[in-house]
């Protein structure tokens, strides 16, 4: 990652550290947080020991992941967010440190995750290839990532992200081709594509982007529809492409 990229993050992720302690404080955003989060955690491996979270944030992925797999590691670029995830995983080990530099021995993880931070990077071949790198032959890279197959969300996020100050204007989602051969040209073999999150990605997500569920009476109630018809959607070839984000699975090439 250039220097120019680290630090431009560096100062849009302090800025965005009060937001996100904000995003999960209602308990309808928690909810759809949560079964994101189960998601990814549900293709970690039975025997898997030794987790990165890449990219960690504040630290609430980190938090759920630290339930069934404790001893798992975030690495953040920014110490503020860390600074909110030393609250919500009061002693986890958490790394300051930049993707691109991992301080970690070479093969030494069982699963590397990254919730949202491929796409704050410019590099992503490289970004990719050190997540490769940081685990051994059978280890697990499990990824969810904006994805922008249709052409309404990429049109929305690309005005979300010149618009709003909480992006840099090089952030980008991807297309599911386009990630699968990022994952490849850095020698992953993709084993699952699944698309997530429609409508409560959109309405339940994000509340200091789109709060209106804060004022609707059964919100939580809600959201757990909105989770349950959204897994509908994103099973359904065509509607599919209506996911916001992408999670991806991929194993180094042998
Ligand atoms: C959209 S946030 C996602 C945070 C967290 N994974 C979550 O889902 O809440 C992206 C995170 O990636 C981090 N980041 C961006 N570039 C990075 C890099 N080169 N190395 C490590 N972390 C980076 C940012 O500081 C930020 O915390």
Redesign the pocket.
């Known amino acids: ?1 250039s220097t120019t990229n ?1 630090q431009a ?2 100062e ?2 302090r800025a ?1 550290a009060p937001r ?1 302690a904000y995003r999960y404080s209602f308990e309808f955003s928690r909810l759809f947080q949560q079964d994101w989060h189960a998601e990814m955690i549900s293709h970690v491996p039975g025997d898997a020991t030794r987790i990165l ?6 630290g ?2 980190l938090a759920e992941l630290e339930e069934g797999h404790p001893g798992s590691v975030g ?4 110490h503020e ?1 860390l600074k909110v995830s030393d609250q919500y995983v009061p002693g986890a080990k958490l790394v300051t ?4 530099k991992l301080p970690f021995r070479p093969g030494v993880f069982d699963v590397v995750f ?4 491929l796409h ?2 410019r590099d992503h071949v490289a ?1 990719l290839t050190h997540c490769k790198n940081a685990l051994h032959d059978r280890g697990l890279l499990i990824m969810s990532e904006p994805c922008n197959d249709n052409p309404f969300i990429r049109l929305a996020r690309k005005l979300l992200y010149i618009k709003s100050p909480h992006f840099d204007v090089g952030d980008q989602g991807f297309t599911r081709k386009g990630i699968i051969s990022l994952c490849e040209q850095a020698g992953f073999q993709v084993q699952l594509v699944k698309r997530y999150g429609v409508f409560a990605y959109v309405f339940a997500g994000f509340p200091d982007h789109l709060g209106v569920l804060r004022f609707i009476p059964g919100n939580a109630l809600l959201t757990r529809f909105f989770i349950r018809l959204d897994r509908l959607i994103c099973k359904v070839p065509g509607l599919a492409m209506l996911g916001f984000h992408v999670v991806i699975v991929g194993k180094p090439k042998a």
């Open positions: 990652m680290s993050q560096i849009l992720h965005l996100y979270d890449l990219g960690c944030g504040t609430f992925f690495l953040d670029i920014s967010m440190g930049d993707a691109e990254c919730k949202g931070s704050h990077t970004f």
